[in-house]
């Protein structure tokens, strides 16, 4: 991903978003989303520039015109060829802007080792504007809505671009949904304090997030997970397990501030996390995390694939050949290998994230589904409680071991580099590293890890809260005024006093906004 100039952990991002909210509240509500507009093309152009906004144009008028066109076309046929027109645009597009380069890569490694040739030598150098893989798939979701009647086409080229660009998603998602935004875009807006100080909240809560936690582990993380120095044992455990917390407080701390700023202009975000590590299993912890993508890889990807004729047709041979139970589950797992193999691609598109992202999740996801039955038969003949606490802990600690196997191929060099030094990385595990202060020569010292340890029991506390059906904005705005605000200056001075910033320092891009 390009350097982004205008991150959103800037100051001049609030001055832009005081002034935005400012002038959206006193312009008069017909004019507001025409505001909202301007706010989000100054945005970008903050962000990246003049120049990708090419790109984004091309998408926009792709699809407004294929959308009216596909609606006036009466002929199934032609419809057809109308709707894979403009899905080439959009995803011609994005592969040129994000994924050419390192799938040639791929493909060049492959054929010189097979065949001793380079076949692809261009390497194109175009800035992608930003977030320009979240609204690719809100467009694509868009395009298919549309050609399967489910929305009438947007008529207004204007009100169309705001659906694709409004600018707290274009960050790193959520990928939103044209029924979810229409409506609360295009709606006049009084001025609210309540969603205005709920959303302030939240912003503040996604900047200790990302600042103060994630930004700090970063520094240990990537000294050790991203260093070309192969590091042994108890080094990678502990990298992987703060690694884990750093992905999740960076990507659900830029969740938090996109979904504040949106709320202060009282437009609901979808949200994108729930509690992923209190899962049980990882089929449960995908449907935690990073929601958005997970249903919209079901809605656009898998059921129009299983509800296809080939894949119908696959399922009543392999019914009539191996049983009502096992012919169903095949053309299911052939449909969750293409799913994850696009998630994988969209990740990325390098050979790294294709297995990490891609083929390694359903390898767990399938093998889990498969042994479901042996699973259940040994728990019950072992008398398992598995509806005690401790059961369910242990359960939650299984699937971030699982998890853990994945970020370590994500976060290495390339498959082949973790496979060929497995041996050394594992090979000798010294639990004393723990106590013998060599953790703080990559970094971070005990105060920063004190921070951390606090850092992570405040959000430990906020998400128990939470997964036993707590609203905690409403629960605190119940409190004395008195006691409210010193939560909300202490926590304004935290990011203050402990955020990773200062001059010269440019904040680290949120994670998945590289995707």
Known sequence: MQA?????????FFAFLALALLVYYLLPGKMQWEWLLVASIGFLYLSVGLAPFVFLAVDILA???????????????????????VLLIIVGQLFMLKYYNGMSSLANKIASRMFGIVPITWQPTFLAPIGI???????????LDVYWGTYH??????????????????????????????????AEHRFCAQKVKFGFERIIWGLLKKMVIADRLAIFTSAILGSSTVHTGFYIVVALLLFAF????????????VLGVSEMFQIALPENFQRPFFSRNLSEFWRRWHITLGEWSKDYILYPLLKSAPFVSLGGRCRRLFGKKIGKSIPTYLGLMVLWLAIGIWHGGTAKYIFAAGILPWFFLVGGQLLQPVFSSLTRWLKINTECMSYRFFSSIRTLCLMCVIWLFATSESFVYVMKNLPVMFGTLKPWVLFDDSLFSFGLDYKDFFVILIGFLVILAVSLLQENGKAVRVMLD????????????GGIMAVIIF???GPGYNPADFIYGGF
């Open 63 to 85: 699809v407004y015109w294929g959308t009216l066109l596909i609606e006036r076309t009466k002929t199934p046929s032609a419809r057809r060829w109308e709707l894979w027109l």
């Open 4 to 12: 982004v100039t205008f991150s959103i952990t800037s100051f001049w």
């Open 246 to 257: 750093q992905l999740y407080a960076d990507f659900s701390g830029c969740m938090d501030i």
């Open 133 to 143: 893989s979240y609204f690719s798939l809100s467009a694509i979701g868009y395009v």
């Open 478 to 489: 119940r409190q004395n005024i008195i006691f409210r605000w010193i939560l909300l200056l």
């Open 153 to 186: 086409a947007q008529r207004n080229p204007f009100k169309l671009s705001l659906l694709v660009a409004w600018f707290p998603a274009m960050v790193s998602g959520p990928i939103v949904r044209y029924a979810e935004q229409s409506v609360q875009l295009f």
């Open 499 to 501: 955020g990773i910033y």
